[in-house]
Protein backbone atom coordinates (compact mmCIF):
# COMPACT_ATOMS: atom_id res chain seq x y z
CA UNK A 1 0.00 0.00 0.00
CA UNK A 2 1.16 2.85 -0.68
CA UNK A 3 0.93 6.14 -2.93
CA UNK A 4 2.02 5.17 -6.63
CA UNK A 5 3.57 8.71 -7.59
CA UNK A 6 5.47 8.04 -4.16
CA UNK A 7 7.84 6.25 -6.47
CA UNK A 8 11.05 4.46 -5.38
CA UNK A 9 14.16 5.80 -6.63
CA UNK A 10 16.86 2.90 -6.75
CA UNK A 11 18.11 2.66 -10.44
CA UNK A 12 19.31 5.60 -13.14
CA UNK A 13 16.31 4.84 -14.93
CA UNK A 14 14.23 5.05 -11.64
CA UNK A 15 15.12 8.96 -11.81
CA UNK A 16 13.82 9.43 -15.90
CA UNK A 17 11.09 11.95 -16.20
CA UNK A 18 7.65 9.53 -16.41
CA UNK A 19 6.78 12.25 -19.43
CA UNK A 20 8.83 12.83 -22.76
CA UNK A 21 7.92 15.43 -25.44
CA UNK A 22 8.26 14.89 -29.07
CA UNK A 23 8.36 17.40 -32.34
CA UNK A 24 7.86 16.55 -35.61
CA UNK A 25 7.71 18.76 -39.23
CA UNK A 26 7.44 18.31 -42.96
CA UNK A 27 6.69 19.37 -45.91
CA UNK A 28 5.47 18.32 -49.36
CA UNK A 29 5.43 20.34 -52.62
CA UNK A 30 1.89 20.38 -54.46
CA UNK A 31 2.61 18.53 -58.07
CA UNK A 32 0.42 16.54 -60.02
CA UNK A 33 -3.06 14.72 -59.27
CA UNK A 34 -6.54 15.38 -58.04
CA UNK A 35 -6.52 14.78 -54.34
CA UNK A 36 -4.51 15.23 -51.63
CA UNK A 37 -4.22 12.62 -48.20
CA UNK A 38 -4.19 14.46 -44.91
CA UNK A 39 -4.41 12.75 -41.78
CA UNK A 40 -5.89 9.63 -43.37
CA UNK A 41 -8.74 11.70 -45.03
CA UNK A 42 -8.59 11.94 -49.11
CA UNK A 43 -9.46 15.70 -49.74
CA UNK A 44 -9.99 16.32 -54.04
CA UNK A 45 -7.91 19.21 -55.11
CA UNK A 46 -6.42 20.56 -58.18
CA UNK A 47 -3.36 19.48 -57.27
CA UNK A 48 -1.44 16.41 -55.25
CA UNK A 49 1.21 16.30 -52.99
CA UNK A 50 4.88 15.08 -54.67
CA UNK A 51 6.11 12.36 -52.62
CA UNK A 52 7.50 8.97 -52.86
CA UNK A 53 4.39 7.79 -50.52
CA UNK A 54 0.85 9.03 -50.36
CA UNK A 55 2.20 12.17 -49.01
CA UNK A 56 0.61 12.26 -46.23
CA UNK A 57 2.79 15.52 -44.51
CA UNK A 58 0.74 15.44 -41.41
CA UNK A 59 1.16 11.65 -40.25
CA UNK A 60 4.73 12.15 -41.40
CA UNK A 61 5.21 14.90 -39.06
CA UNK A 62 2.97 12.92 -36.10
CA UNK A 63 5.31 10.26 -36.85
CA UNK A 64 8.46 11.87 -36.55
CA UNK A 65 6.94 13.48 -33.63
CA UNK A 66 6.60 10.21 -32.01
CA UNK A 67 9.47 8.23 -32.85
CA UNK A 68 11.72 11.43 -31.62
CA UNK A 69 9.88 11.68 -28.11
CA UNK A 70 10.42 7.75 -27.79
CA UNK A 71 14.36 8.48 -28.27
CA UNK A 72 14.27 6.47 -31.85
CA UNK A 73 14.98 7.66 -35.25
CA UNK A 74 13.40 9.42 -37.89
CA UNK A 75 10.84 7.96 -40.43
CA UNK A 76 13.39 8.42 -43.08
CA UNK A 77 15.58 5.95 -41.11
CA UNK A 78 12.59 3.25 -40.89
CA UNK A 79 11.17 4.00 -43.79
CA UNK A 80 13.33 5.30 -46.58
CA UNK A 81 12.11 6.46 -50.11
CA UNK A 82 14.82 4.51 -51.87
CA UNK A 83 12.54 1.34 -50.65
CA UNK A 84 10.64 0.41 -53.43
CA UNK A 85 8.69 -1.55 -50.45
CA UNK A 86 7.34 2.16 -49.70
CA UNK A 87 5.86 3.37 -53.20
CA UNK A 88 2.99 4.70 -52.43
CA UNK A 89 2.51 3.79 -49.27
CA UNK A 90 0.00 4.49 -47.04
CA UNK A 91 1.16 6.89 -44.45
CA UNK A 92 -1.86 5.20 -41.90
CA UNK A 93 -0.12 1.72 -42.21
CA UNK A 94 3.26 3.72 -41.67
CA UNK A 95 1.65 5.15 -38.43
CA UNK A 96 0.80 1.36 -37.17
CA UNK A 97 4.02 0.52 -37.32
CA UNK A 98 5.65 3.58 -35.72
CA UNK A 99 2.78 2.71 -32.74
CA UNK A 100 4.32 -0.60 -32.40
CA UNK A 101 7.93 0.66 -31.99
CA UNK A 102 7.45 3.35 -29.86
CA UNK A 103 5.09 0.83 -27.62
CA UNK A 104 8.12 -1.69 -27.44
CA UNK A 105 10.01 1.33 -26.06
CA UNK A 106 7.84 1.62 -22.99
CA UNK A 107 5.35 4.30 -24.10
CA UNK A 108 1.77 5.40 -24.14
CA UNK A 109 0.73 8.62 -25.99
CA UNK A 110 -0.86 10.77 -24.05
CA UNK A 111 -2.32 13.64 -26.89
CA UNK A 112 -1.38 15.06 -30.17
CA UNK A 113 -1.23 18.41 -31.43
CA UNK A 114 -0.85 19.12 -34.60
CA UNK A 115 -0.56 22.32 -36.78
CA UNK A 116 -1.24 22.53 -40.62
CA UNK A 117 -0.29 25.73 -42.87
CA UNK A 118 -1.78 25.41 -45.91
CA UNK A 119 -2.79 28.21 -48.37
CA UNK A 120 -5.30 25.65 -50.06
CA UNK A 121 -7.42 23.78 -50.12
CA UNK A 122 -10.00 24.73 -47.34
CA UNK A 123 -8.97 21.83 -44.29
CA UNK A 124 -11.93 23.12 -42.09
CA UNK A 125 -14.13 20.51 -43.68
CA UNK A 126 -11.83 17.88 -43.41
CA UNK A 127 -10.47 18.29 -39.80
CA UNK A 128 -12.95 16.37 -37.23
CA UNK A 129 -12.28 12.85 -39.95
CA UNK A 130 -8.46 13.84 -39.71
CA UNK A 131 -8.88 13.77 -35.58
CA UNK A 132 -10.70 10.76 -35.47
CA UNK A 133 -8.44 8.98 -37.95
CA UNK A 134 -5.04 10.14 -35.81
CA UNK A 135 -7.22 9.23 -32.48
CA UNK A 136 -8.17 5.47 -33.33
CA UNK A 137 -4.40 5.23 -35.05
CA UNK A 138 -3.05 6.67 -30.90
CA UNK A 139 -5.75 4.57 -29.72
CA UNK A 140 -6.51 8.28 -27.73
CA UNK A 141 -9.59 9.80 -27.10
CA UNK A 142 -10.96 12.40 -29.27
CA UNK A 143 -10.35 14.80 -26.87
CA UNK A 144 -6.90 14.28 -26.83
CA UNK A 145 -6.05 14.69 -30.56
CA UNK A 146 -5.82 18.88 -31.40
CA UNK A 147 -5.68 19.78 -35.60
CA UNK A 148 -5.39 23.27 -36.24
CA UNK A 149 -5.18 24.36 -40.01
CA UNK A 150 -4.06 27.56 -41.12
CA UNK A 151 -3.01 29.63 -44.25
CA UNK A 152 0.72 31.60 -44.27
CA UNK A 153 -1.06 35.08 -44.79
CA UNK A 154 0.33 34.34 -48.49
CA UNK A 155 3.64 34.46 -47.54
CA UNK A 156 7.20 32.27 -48.23
CA UNK A 157 6.35 28.71 -50.47
CA UNK A 158 3.47 28.08 -48.14
CA UNK A 159 1.55 31.53 -49.05
CA UNK A 160 2.17 30.80 -52.74
CA UNK A 161 0.33 27.55 -52.92
CA UNK A 162 3.51 25.55 -53.33
CA UNK A 163 3.45 23.39 -50.45
CA UNK A 164 2.30 22.25 -47.31
CA UNK A 165 4.06 22.97 -44.06
CA UNK A 166 2.74 20.58 -40.92
CA UNK A 167 3.96 20.25 -37.61
CA UNK A 168 3.02 18.09 -34.95
CA UNK A 169 3.87 17.66 -31.29
CA UNK A 170 3.23 14.78 -28.87
CA UNK A 171 3.60 13.83 -25.43
CA UNK A 172 4.16 9.98 -24.23
CA UNK A 173 4.20 8.61 -21.18
CA UNK A 174 6.43 5.52 -19.80
CA UNK A 175 3.67 2.53 -19.92
CA UNK A 176 6.64 0.46 -18.08
MG1 LIG B 1 7.09 13.45 -45.80
Known amino acids: IGDRANKKLTFPEDFAPAERVGLGIDTHAFGEGDRIVLGGAVIPHTHGLTAHSDGDVLVHAL ?54 LAERPRLSPHIERMRQNVARALGLPLSAVGIAAGTNERLGYVGEGKGIT ?8 RTV
Open 166 to 173: CCASVLLR
Open 63 to 116: MDALLSAAGLRDIGYYFPDTDARFAGANSMELLAEVMRLVRREGFAPCNASISV
